[in-house]
């Protein structure tokens, strides 16, 4: 008499008998799962738990174990393991407590010459330690395991994150004196026809130093189609010095203002603005905004601003708050998309090449327009009452 199995016969759907066909043949899924997807796969088509045994060079129990998991929770959801207690913590909660209280220490603080820890030296640290602090569980610790202990609460004594300490006690104010005449010049730009002539120029102005002046060795090689998809460059280069950008950009019309020094010291700032006194009417104001650079409030300013009374008019954006100058939108773009890989013979090349750039760009000039927080501010200045 034929042998008959007791065990139900396995049920698939479609999209089931699909999924197992498709895992069974995967190379890119665990190989416990693919071995199982096929074992279900025998099972449904005939197959005893023998035959699947011997195919797979197996026992019977794994097999059984397999499709009996099939039946209770379904062909596809058994194809993974099932969750187990797994091995009892060796360390305990408090030794991965201490263990993070010295990752947030630093090693000069424990006698050690570096500013940062290692995994290896944390870890040597702590099994040297963890007796006398009677946290015996961790004499064998390895750095692997600092590393988990660590990730699972985030601290990464390994790494340095950076931020900046707000050290202008009258940022806020500074800030908001600033937004203010963004506001005006939003308010000027509405109100203002074509056929109007403003009474005021308002400037962001701010220096750009260190702009190389750098030569090729060897000539750049074009791109060439279906071979060489971009320009190739020789490592080497030579290097002719550096030279600064002063610019101011009138934020009612865009046009840039731009001159190329040397140096940017009392001297050229000074320059910039005879230069811009040259450019505007008499009877117009000139407002800037601009950092708290030596230059601009030095002796040598002073003394050329008394020449010239009621004519400038300085707005100083607070102590690292440069991201507050809208110029530096307009050296950012310039920065991405002209002096990015360029090269010259010579620097009075590379001063020549910035002062075609800047004529171009005032051809069609671009009106940048400040947004962030200018819609919290009222129209009334606002000062805090010392």
């Not at 109100?191 to 030569?215: F, M, R, V």
């Not at 600064?244 to 320059?271: P, T």
């Amino acid at each position: 008499m034929p042998f008959v199995s007791r065990r139900p016969q396995l049920q698939l759907s479609s999209k089931e008998l699909e999924a197992l066909n498709k895992i069974s043949h995967s190379r890119t899924e665990g190989l416990s799962r693919v071995e199982r997807a096929k074992m279900l796969l025998a099972y449904y088509d005939g197959k005893s738990v023998s035959s699947i045994a011997k195919v797979f060079d197996t026992n019977r129990p794994k097999v059984e174990r397999t499709i009996d998991r099939a039946l209770q929770v379904g062909a596809i959801s058994s194809l993974g393991d099932l969750p187990r207690r797994g091995k009892p913590p060796t360390i305990p909660r408090e030794a991965k407590v201490w263990v993070q209280s010295i990752a947030c220490q630093k090693p000069k603080e424990l006698g050690y010459a570096s500013e940062l820890w290692t995994m290896a030296s944390l870890a040597k640290h702590i099994r040297a330690h963890c007796k006398e602090a009677g946290y015996l569980s961790l004499s064998k610790l390895s750095k692997g395991t600092v590393s988990k202990i660590l990730s699972k609460s985030e601290i990464r004594p390994h790494k340095i994150n950076y931020y900046l300490e707000r050290r202008d006690p009258a940022f806020d104010v500074k800030m908001i004196q600033v937004l203010h005449v963004y506001k005006e010049v939003e308010l000027l730009k509405s109100n203002l026809s074509d056929k109007d002539e403003p009474t005021i120029a308002i400037l962001s102005y701010d220096e750009k130093p260190g702009i190389q002046a750098l030569k090729n060795n060897a000539p750049d090689l074009p791109p060439v189609p279906g071979q060489y998809p971009s320009t190739a460059r020789d490592y080497e280069y030579k290097r002719f010095g550096t030279v600064s950008f002063l610019a101011s950009i009138d934020l009612l019309n865009g046009q840039i203002h731009g001159q190329v020094q040397d140096r940017h010291r009392s001297k050229e700032f000074i320059d910039h603005l005879k230069y811009l006194d040259m450019v505007y009417p008499n009877h117009i104001k000139i407002k800037m905004i601009l950092d708290n650079h030596s230059a601009h409030i030095s002796r040598e300013t002073q003394r050329y601003l008394k020449t010239v009374p009621n004519r400038f008019e300085f707005i100083f954006t607070p102590t690292h708050g440069s991201w507050l100058n809208m110029i530096e939108i307009f050296f950012s773009k310039m920065t991405r998309a002209f002096l990015r890989g360029i090269r010259v013979n010579s620097k009075q090349e590379l001063k020549e090449r910035i002062e075609k750039y800047v004529k171009e760009i005032n051809e069609m000039p671009v009106v940048f327009k400040w947004k962030y927080k200018l819609d919290e501010i009222s129209l009334q200045p606002k000062f805090s009452k010392n």
